[in-house]
């Protein structure tokens, strides 16, 4: 069975850091994107960043640009987000997916297998 596992949510002060992991089990993912997606209460859910598990390419909402970070774990078949200079914008529940599709997308919708999610929460 396909499972996918956050964690690393929390409670930070803005300008503060988190680093979110996505632990991924049941198969391997080569060959698949990787993404991290936010949702704020009231708010539809929005891409924040993606990696290529194969080849390793990243990328990232402009809004987090320069801020988050995301990696690959191979042996530990774990996908992370360092968040740093967090603001209270940032705050949601973020969802680690996988989407097998040969091209990156954006649309939580395009994205196969979802993680429960994690709370963040940046205080002013």
């Known amino acids: 069975q396909v499972q996918l596992v956050e964690s690393g949510g929390g409670l930070v002060q803005a300008g503060g850091s988190l680093r979110l992991s996505c632990e991924a089990s049941?198969?391997?993912?080569?060959?698949?994107?990787m993404g991290w997606f936010r949702q704020a209460p009231g708010k539809e859910r929005e891409f924040v960043s993606a990696?290529?598990?194969?080849?390793?390419?990243?990328y990232y909402a402009d809004s987090v640009k320069g801020r988050f970070t995301i990696s690959r774990d191979n042996a530990k078949n774990t996908v992370y987000l360092q968040m740093n200079s967090l603001k209270p914008e940032d705050t949601g529940v973020y969802y680690c997916?996988?989407?097998?599709?040969?091209?990156?997308?954006?649309?939580?919708?395009?994205?196969?297998?979802w993680g429960q999610g994690t709370q963040v929460t940046v205080s002013p």
């Open positions: 997916a996988a989407d097998r599709s040969l091209w990156l997308n954006r649309d939580p919708r395009e994205y196969d297998v």
């Open positions: 049941g198969r391997t993912f080569s060959g698949y994107y």
């Open positions: 990696l290529y598990w194969s080849g390793g390419s990243t």
